[in-house]
Structures are given as structure tokens and as C-alpha cells.
């Protein structure tokens, strides 16, 4: 007997998202789809049967629950679990059993599951109900509090960054004890390292006459008094003395109360980098000089952000003195042959010879970085910088005063905090970075194949009928090795140009032809074929036959599509394909559809079975012109028997157009955005 469960109004105001479901077939998943959403829940249900669904489904999207059916050969219970605590920390797991007997009890506990739920009847289902809901909120709460604490971690990180690249001496105290020491402390004290200091008592570390003075001083910051004032006193250690003007600040680490203790920097003023004036003569010379053979030779303007509020906050001097220990940090880090002036109040400006553009890019964001991070301190004040930069390839025929002028014009617009605070200027730049961004994504898409970090997503296309909408539009995804994302039109371009096309068409459509033999359910999957497959037509026609052979799904789940202008370009080639995929079950699809003016009369040439029209006729549905050519061609289409698809649709209104025009399907973000899994609509069916 299931008693009845009583849900908390916050449960079903904030529990939505998507369920993964792992059974042997996909009628569980629908089951529990209709029940959830006649319930008033907005989720939807995605269905795998095995463990490669399961991994494919964890790595590319984020499900907020599974539920898995008891006694699975394709995907035990334990190797579930372990996949979703290797892949997913955190997914609450639900085992599905008809009685949820005891022994299913145990069996879920015991490999981590949350709790076991049935579909038998509807008392078991409302049980399912509250246990999914419960489950779904919690695990919201949990992502929540998970990205909060990443949140304070990269603070805490980033603060211990700072007091570890920090040019003046900073140490921390907990509880009286050093917590955290940085090299200039260690060095202040005579120390190789800061590990000789790291977990004594701070006073140890002071004068034995001014313990006392300096222990009442830590208890009062403590409680509140005297934080941010400066103390003089006497640090010793290993017999080693430094009388100094400290800082004291009260802090907090890992919630507890702590003191952070800085010694401002007193040291005299670095050596500046040259005056403005003759700085700008130093660079024009090193602009001439020859670059070693091989090597790309380039000049960096490098902008200090909000320099006017630096000297506003800090006053001229010590300004300047912050831009002069910028330049000193630069110089740690060039070569010999590289060259550094000052180029204006705010700006320096390099001439540096590497390798190739992306050394030189390379150096240009270290360098950022570098500045970024560190604390630069004058005798009266610390300041921390961000810098912007900008990158000129010199090829040796450039006009300096040219050349500096549209690089001083190009940094002194690059805001503050941008996103790409390192712009590249030049024709002969723009010719180097589209080699090596090409060369660059044709070896990760390589790699990917390598690897498996090819992914599918899936874009439904929506039926305008009224009958469920089980047509999904394949597209591709790629996985760097950080597990991020990047969109066909990203790499797609590049792979063509090195000739990859043909081996991408075959890895997708061999995915698919297994995604379709495995789920036997009622799903059509559109692929995309290249113009080098079509060109190159009867081997892929072989290859696919032998595919085919080896894979039992429904005729006419597999649709090929082409674009127009690629069949019009090998028009007998996709007469041949066309005939042979009928012959095998298989529908083809012409796409980017009617731009051509004999576009109609290619349908009486190409027996195809859907037609996806040129997304110029989403874009100017508005043009009369336009929509009365449409209407002509989907005419044409109907009398032929061909399916019709409108893409790119993102307004409803147009949407309601294309139904009035008698056009069968649509599909854009504007119907829905692509996923990682087939998620199927089921609305119509939960009645």
C-alpha cells in the first residue's frame, strides 16, 4: 500500500528540468512524462538504454535527476552509480521497481541510489511524484551551494595568488599563529623559504622587548580596534633583524577571523624605462631592426587601465612610480634582443621578436596576467593594475609613425576590463592568425575524432500537424579536453578546407545509424551531408550500404540531407544517391531549398521526400515578393510529395504564418534550442 503524499507548495513551484530515464524501452519514459505534466510539473523526460547513452547523456548536458529500471543487463545498478559519481557528483538516482520491494530497497542504498520508485499503478506514482520533486529541489539546492563555494574558493585562490606575487612583504595570522607567509616576508627575515616560518606563534617572530606590546596590539585588532593603522616594530629570526612599518588590517579565512600584516614597500625608486620622449625614439629604432630568420618580429603597446583615477587616488608620483615598476616587471621577462620604452604617461611600448604570432600572443596575455596579479607598492601607497594591449607583426615595410598611430588610437579604445583586452592590428597579423587558428582547430578536430569528443545535439523539428514531434535535426558539437563546447560553424569551415569532410559525414551518420538500431523507437533523424561526400558519392553509397546491413531499425528513421546548391553542382551524383537510399529505406532532403530559380523543376529530377527551405525566407517573411515566392514553392512540394521545413524560425508570428501557407514542419530557436539528448514532446499525448 503506497500512502499518499502531501508536497510542499515550494516543490512544485521550483521543480523542473529534465529526467533522464535508463529502461529497456521508451514507454517508462513517457509514462512518467504524462503523469509528471498532468500534474501541473514543466518536465520532460529523455530516454537511454544503456551505458553509453548514459555517459554520452552525462558528459554533454546537465540532467537534474535519473531513474534507472531494476534488473538492466545493458546498465547494471552499480555501474550506473559509479559512471554518475565519475561523471556527475551529486545526481540523485532513483532505482525503478513494480513492488519496491525490500530487496530493491537495499540494493539502491547500497550503491548509492536515493530512493526506489514504481509506474505500476497511480498510488505508486503519486509516490513517484513527491520522491522526484523532493529529489529534483534538493539537487537544485546542492548545484546552488556547490557554485557558491566554487565562488568563495576562486576568492580565496585569487587572494592567495595576489599575497604570493605581492612585491612587499605580507604574512597572515590566525589565532596568533602564521597561517601564510610570501617570499619578500621570508627574504625580509634572512629565510630561504616560507616554510620555516609557516605555523609559529607571530610573536616569536618579534623583538622579545616588544611582545607584549605587539600581543595586546593583535587582541585589539581582533576585537575590533586599531585595524589598517601602522605599527613600527622590531622582527627577528635566525638572528636576523628587520626594524619595519607594518600595516595590521583585520581579515577572515575560512570564515575564521584573522590578521593580515603588510610591510609597505620603502624601497627607492626603480629605474624608469626612459622618458616619454626618447622612449618613443628607442621603439621607432627597434621597429627598423632585422628580425632572426625565422622569426616574427612585432611592437606591443601596453596601456595601464584607469591610470587617471590611479593618480587621482594615489597622486602623480607615486602614479608614475606604479607605472615605472610595471615596466621593471616587463623587463624581468624579455630577451635580449627585445626592446621596452615608455611610450606616454600611461603606456609602454615593446618590440619583440618571436617564433611565430602565437608566441607572441602568447607572451602578450602572460604579461597581462602578470600585472594582473601583483601588488606594486611605493613608499607611500600600493596599487594593484590591469593593463589592455595592442599587437602590430611588423613585416619591415611598415611606416613607424603609421603604425603607432593606429596602435595608440586601437589601445586607447579598448575598455577596461574587456573580455579581449588584446587586440591585433595588421594585415600581415590577419594573415598569420587565420594560418595558425586554422592549422590550431584542424589538429584539435583531429585529436577529437582520436579521442571520441565528437558529440551530437539534437534539434527538434516541430510538427504544425498536431502529431507528436519526433523529427530531430542532427547537429555536431566539439569537446575541447576541458569538456567545453564549440559549435559545428566553429570547426566545420576549417575542417573542410583540410579535406576532413568526408571522414566527419560517415563518423556522424555511422552514429546515428546506431543511435536509431538501438532505440527502435519512433524517432527520424535528419544528418547533413557535405559536398565532398556527394562529389565523391558511390564509395559513400558502399560504405553505407554496409552500415545498413548491420543495423535493424524502422524504414524512413534515417533522412540524408543536402544543400541545394551542392546538388545542382553534382546533380547526376545525387540522382544516384537519391535512388539508392529509397532502395535502402532511407530519405533524403534537399536544404537551403529555394534560392535557385529552377528550384521547383529540381523536385521533378530529385524524387526526394523533404524539402528545408533557405532561411532568407524566415528572415524576410515580411517581403511580399518573398512570401509569394514561398507559397509557390511549397505548392510545388506538396504536388510532389515532398514534406516541407521552414528553419531559423525565432518569431511565433512567423511561425503562425508558415502553418496559414501550409508548410508541414518548423524548427529554430524559436520553436526550441538544440540538446544534447533527444528529449521528445509528448504534450499532445498527456491527456
Excluded at 556527475?88 to 541510489?113: K, M, N, Q, V, Y
Excluded at 630577451?335 to 602578450?364: H, K, N, Q, Y
Excluded at 524502422?554 to 540522382?575: G, I, W
Aim: net charge negative.
Amino acid at each position: 500500500m503506497v500512502g499518499l503524499v502531501v508536497m510542499p507548495t515550494e516543490l512544485i513551484q521550483t521543480a523542473s528540468g529534465v529526467l533522464l530515464v535508463l529502461s529497456a524501452v521508451e514507454d517508462a519514459a513517457l509514462r512518467i512524462e504524462r503523469y509528471l505534466r498532468n500534474q501541473g510539473h514543466p518536465m520532460r523526460t529523455a530516454w537511454i538504454c544503456d551505458l553509453e547513452d548514459l555517459e554520452d547523456a552525462l558528459r554533454g548536458s546537465l540532467p537534474d535527476i535519473l531513474l534507472c529500471e531494476r534488473g538492466l543487463k545493458a546498465a547494471p545498478l552499480e555501474k550506473v552509480a559509479g559512471l554518475c559519481r565519475d561523471l556527475l557528483p551529486g545526481l540523485p538516482i532513483l532505482l525503478i521497481d513494480p513492488e519496491r520491494t525490500s530487496d530493491a530497497l537495499s540494493e539502491a542504498f547500497a550503491a548509492g541510489a536515493q530512493d526506489v520508485v514504481s509506474i505500476k499503478d497511480p498510488p505508486h506514482l503519486r509516490h513517484l511524484e513527491g520522491v522526484v520533486l523532493r529529489e529534483v529541489v534538493t539537487y537544485n539546492h546542492l548545484r546552488d551551494l556547490q557554485r557558491t563555494r566554487a565562488r568563495l574558493e576562486e576568492f580565496e585562490s585569487r587572494d592567495r595568488r595576489l599575497t604570493q606575487s605581492a612585491t612587499v612583504p605580507i604574512v597572515r595570522i590566525q589565532e596568533g599563529i602564521v597561517t601564510e607567509a610570501n617570499p619578500p616576508f621570508a627574504a625580509l627575515l634572512a629565510q630561504e623559504d616560507t616554510t620555516s616560518l609557516l605555523g609559529m606563534p607571530f610573536v616569536d617572530l618579534v623583538a622579545s622587548e616588544q611582545r607584549s606590546r605587539i600581543k595586546d596590539r593583535l587582541r585589539q585588532i581582533i576585537n575590533g580596534k586599531h585595524s589598517g593603522e601602522t605599527l613600527s616594530l622590531a622582527l627577528q629570526a635566525s638572528g636576523h633583524t628587520a626594524k619595519v612599518t607594518a600595516r595590521l588590517t583585520l581579515d577572515s579565512a575560512d570564515g575564521e577571523p584573522g590578521i593580515e600584516f603588510v610591510v609597505p614597500h620603502q624601497e627607492p625608486t626603480t629605474e624608469a624605462a626612459g622618458s616619454a620622449r626618447n622612449g618613443r625614439a628607442v621603439l621607432v629604432a627597434a621597429m627598423g631592426a632585422a628580425a632572426a630568420d625565422k622569426h616574427l618580429r612585432a611592437i606591443i603597446l601596453v596601456k595601464l587601465d584607469c591610470y587617471g583615477e590611479l593618480e587621482r587616488r594615489i597622486g602623480f608620483v607615486d602614479a608614475e612610480e606604479v607605472r615605472n615598476l610595471v615596466a621593471a616587471d616587463i623587463r624581468e621577462h624579455l630577451a635580449e634582443t627585445d626592446t621596452l620604452a615608455i611610450f606616454a604617461d600611461d603606456e609602454l611600448g615593446l618590440v619583440i621578436e618571436r617564433p611565430d604570432i602565437s608566441g607572441i600572443e602568447e607572451f602578450a596575455n602572460t604579461m597581462r596576467a602578470g600585472i594582473g596579479r601583483k601588488i606594486f607598492a611605493t613608499p607611500r601607497h600600493e596599487a594593484q593594475v590591469t593593463a589592455s594591449a595592442a599587437i602590430y607583426p611588423l613585416s619591415n615595410g611598415e611606416n613607424p609613425d603609421t603604425v603607432l598611430q593606429e596602435l595608440a588610437q586601437r589601445v586607447r579604445t579598448l575598455p577596461p576590463g574587456s573580455s579581449d583586452p588584446v587586440a591585433i592590428l595588421g594585415a600581415t597579423a590577419k594573415e598569420k592568425i587565420a594560418e595558425r587558428d586554422t592549422r590550431r582547430i584542424v589538429t584539435n578536430v583531429r585529436k577529437a575524432l582520436e579521442d571520441g569528443r565528437l558529440k551530437l545535439a539534437y534539434q527538434v523539428i516541430s510538427n504544425l500537424e498536431g502529431t507528436t514531434n519526433d523529427r530531430f535535426d542532427i547537429l555536431l558539437r566539439m569537446l575541447d579536453e576541458a569538456g567545453h563546447e564549440t559549435h559545428a560553424a566553429e570547426f566545420l569551415p576549417q575542417a573542410r578546407q583540410a579535406g576532413m569532410m568526408r571522414t566527419i559525414d560517415r563518423w556522424v551518420v555511422a552514429r546515428v545509424v546506431k543511435l536509431l538500431a538501438k532505440r527502435k523507437g519512433g524517432e527520424i533523424l535528419f544528418t547533413k551531408l557535405s559536398e565532398d561526400s556527394i562529389a565523391d558519392v558511390e564509395p559513400f553509397i558502399q560504405w553505407l550500404g554496409s552500415q545498413l546491413e548491420a543495423a535493424a531499425f524502422k524504414p524512413h528513421s534515417l533522412v540524408l540531407e543536402a544543400q541545394e546548391a551542392t546538388v545542382l553542382m553534382h546533380l547526376r551524383k545525387a540522382r544516384n544517391l537519391c535512388e539508392a537510399l529509397h532502395n535502402a529505406g532511407v530519405d533524403f532532403a534537399i536544404e537551403q531549398f529555394g534560392i535557385d530559380p529552377g528550384a521547383a523543376k529540381l523536385l521533378d529530377y530529385l524524387p526526394v521526400q523533404y524539402v528545408k527551405f533557405h532561411p532568407d525566407y524566415t528572415r524576410e517573411f515580411a517581403n511580399t515578393a518573398r512570401q509569394r515566392r514561398l507559397k509557390e514553392l511549397l505548392s510545388a512540394a506538396r504536388t510532389r510529395n515532398a514534406r516541407t521545413i521552414i528553419s531559423y524560425v525565432e518569431d511565433p508570428s512567423v511561425m503562425a504564418g508558415m502553418w496559414q501557407l501550409g508548410a508541414n514542419f518548423v524548427q529554430g530557436f524559436g520553436v526550441r534550442t538544440p540538446e544534447s539528448m533527444i528529449v521528445r514532446d509528448t504534450l499532445e499525448k498527456a491527456r
